[in-house]
């Protein structure tokens, strides 16, 4: 299993350009998760969903689109690119119910946004 | 609110030197506890998860533990490898968001 992917690895871009984050997991997993991590502030949680089809807000969405249209993949989307936005971001996944729903995340992708 | 705090913030331990470090959190409900290690350019690394008071984990030389109010996650005899940073995270019940607390930096000095 590849577990979680992500690309790219890292992208620059100016402010006002738009761009879309990919994430793919192969473990089956309902629950995929989007956060940002930033210096001093932790993992920060902008959109999830638990399934095809649904999504949620975390605490960080203003910018951010997704969408869910398999169960494999949970792009991101940032509609409008600002110098507020340069960070890593990583994708996890984990089952949404059970016993067990710890998340795993992918490599990440660092983004700079000049 | 939901709210998790990590101490310290970094920690400088001689190898062999056996610590703790914090996990403090507020939840109305807690649903799970989990660590994480990360280390520099990486995802996080799940580490455990603990689900209710009195728990305890074990995996190598690291042990978590969990109380109502807290979790500690152990480190015995560690090794320079071990060097990282250890996030904690909670999930709170009828809820499917999981907060971080911002992590430990720990250096472990041959």
């Known amino acids: 299993n590849a577990g979680v992917t992500q690309t790219p690895k890292f992208q620059v871009l100016k402010t006002g350009q738009s761009m879309t984050l990919q994430c793919a997991q192969d473990?089956?997993?309902?629950?995929m998760s989007w956060y940002r991590q930033d210096p001093g502030m932790g993992l920060r949680l902008i959109h999830y969903?638990?399934?095809?089809?649904?999504?949620d807000q975390g605490e960080v969405p203003n910018g951010y689109n997704v969408s869910r249209s398999t169960t494999e993949d949970f792009p991101l989307r940032l509609l409008s690119a600002a110098p507020s936005q340069t960070s890593v971001y990583f994708c996890a996944s984990s089952l949404a119910g059970g016993t067990t729903y710890e998340q795993y995340f992918g490599p990440g992708t660092r983004l700079t946004v000049t | 609110e939901d709210q998790v705090t990590q101490s310290p913030e970094a920690l400088r331990l001689q190898e062999g030197e056996s610590s703790s470090l914090n996990c403090s959190y507020t939840?109305?409900?807690?649903?799970?506890l989990f660590w994480y290690r990360q280390d520099p350019g990486k995802g996080p690394e799940f580490l455990f998860t603990?689900?209710?008071a009195g728990e305890e984990k074990e995996k190598e030389r690291l042990k978590a533990t969990l109380t109502k109010k807290e979790s500690f996650l152990h480190i015995t005899a560690p090794k320079p490898e071990d060097s990282a940073t250890y996030l904690c995270a909670v999930r709170a019940s009828g809820t499917y968001k999981y907060i971080f607390g911002t992590g430990t930096r720990l250096k472990v000095l041959a």
């Open positions: 939840v109305s409900g807690l649903r799970g």
């Open positions: 473990m089956n997993h309902e629950y």
């Open positions: 969903s638990v399934g095809a089809g649904i999504t």
């Open positions: 603990l689900y209710s």
